[in-house]
T-cell receptor, first 112, second 113 residues
Framework: DGGITQSPKYLFRKEGQNVTLSCEQNLNHDAMYWYRQDPGQGLRLIYYSQIVNDFQKGDIAEGYSVSREKKESFPLTVTSAQKNPTAFYLC???????????FGSGTQLSVL | QKEVEQNSGPLSVPEGAIASLNCTYSDRGSQSFFWYRQYSGKSPELIMFIYSNGDKEDGRFTAQLNKASQYVSLLIRDSQPSDSATYLCAVKNGSSNTGKLIFGQGTTLQVKP
């Protein structure tokens, strides 16, 4: 089955720790996105990538980092500089000629 | 002013009624408009998208777009308890080919049996 796989489903971070959220897609999509969702809020864009080895900051990139070494993979690292990381993180991809975003199942990150 | 605004609700309607969800946006250059449904703890799923002024129907769902007034709405006919979810409005700026969407905060819909 084609789709987007996010792991883990739940993640806990200790203070001062960096954690990495995985996002893998086998849809052959060029564009990939990371969104953050806080309770009762909409999605806010963290980073996006339109092609391998290239990515751009979204609206709330501070405290986060990404890489795009392979078309299929777009991992997100939540660094210790992100002081309020507790949120639901969603990865999405989009075909080059399409409008629809395909979402992964999300990762819930909490702080211990 | 937020770029995309929705009433957070909850909007409560009885089963079988029409649910009307509204969204306003600030960027007049916006050209693509999307409605996503999100169940609690799950990822959003696309219900409809609309580009042109007027109505677009798909089954029980109708999207309405009025660019002059900068609003887009979603009507759900014959509402069912399974329609109870948060509905997210998203807007894409026409000048951007990045596919970036700006989301509203979502409206929670409750359909009571």
């Amino acid at each position: 089955d084609g789709g987007i796989t996010q792991s883990p489903k739940y993640l806990f971070r200790k203070e001062g720790q960096n954690v990495t959220l995985s996002c893998e897609q086998n849809l052959n999509h060029d564009a990939m996105y990371w969104y953050r969702q806080d309770p009762g809020q909409g999605l806010r864009l963290i980073y996006y990538s339109q092609i391998v080895n290239d990515f751009q900051k979204g609206d709330i990139a501070e405290g986060y980092s990404v890489s795009r070494e392979k078309k299929e993979s777009f991992p997100l690292t939540v660094t210790s500089a992100q002081k309020n990381p507790t949120a639901f993180y969603l990865c999405a991809s989009r075909p080059t000629q399409g409008e629809k975003l395909f979402f992964g199942s999300g990762t819930q990150l909490s702080v211990l | 002013q937020k770029e995309v605004e929705q009433n957070s609700g909850p909007l409560s309607v009885p089963e079988g009624a029409i649910a009307s969800l509204n969204c306003t946006y600030s960027d007049r250059g916006s050209q693509s408009f999307f409605w996503y449904r999100q169940y609690s703890g799950k990822s959003p799923e696309l219900i409809m998208f609309i580009y042109s002024n007027g109505d677009k129907e798909d089954g029980r769902f109708t999207a309405q777009l009025n660019k002059a007034s900068q609003y887009v709405s979603l009507l759900i006919r014959d509402s069912q308890p399974s329609d109870s979810a948060t509905y997210l409005c998203a807007v894409k700026n026409g000048s951007s080919n990045t596919g970036k969407l700006i989301f509203g905060q979502g409206t929670t819909l409750q359909v009571k049996p």
